[in-house]
């Protein structure tokens, strides 16, 4: 089992930065797909990004490709989500997770979860 913990959210005008974390206690990161999802007021949680075990391989989704980076640090047992290009749009609660399974961006597939954290755009 692994427990997640989410950090480094908060407020960003439009165009700036955040970078993410998500570190794991329990297992090592390298024995799961890891992957940041979203969830704004009133809508589903969407997938953002995953990133294979040992970070060899990710997957974005559409709206954040080119800006969104995701990877991982195995030594801290970390992954992390760099976000540029801020909109808006971006504004949403942040939550990592992680799977057993292959790379997907189906939320039902991810078994645990941190607890999240919240990115506001202002524009």
């Known amino acids: 089992q692994v427990q997640l913990v989410e950090s480094g959210g908060g407020l960003v005008q439009a165009g700036g930065s955040l970078r993410l974390s998500c570190a794991a206690s329990?297992?090592?990161?390298?024995?799961?797909?890891v992957g940041w999802f979203r969830q704004a007021p009133g809508k589903e949680r969407e997938f953002v990004a995953a990133?294979?075990?040992?970070?060899?391989?990710?997957d974005y989704s559409d709206s954040v490709r080119g800006r969104f980076t995701i990877s991982t640090d195995n030594a801290k047992n970390t992954v992390y989500l760099q976000m540029n290009s801020l909109k808006p749009e971006d504004t949403a609660v942040y939550y990592c997770?992680?799977?057993?399974?292959?790379?997907?961006?189906?939320?039902?597939?991810?078994?645990?979860w941190g607890q999240g954290t919240q990115v506001t755009v202002s524009s």
């Open positions: 329990g297992r090592t990161f390298s024995n799961y797909v």
């Open positions: 990133v294979s075990r040992g970070g060899g391989y990710a």
């Open positions: 997770a992680a799977t057993e399974s292959a790379i997907a961006t189906l939320r039902s597939l991810y078994r645990y």
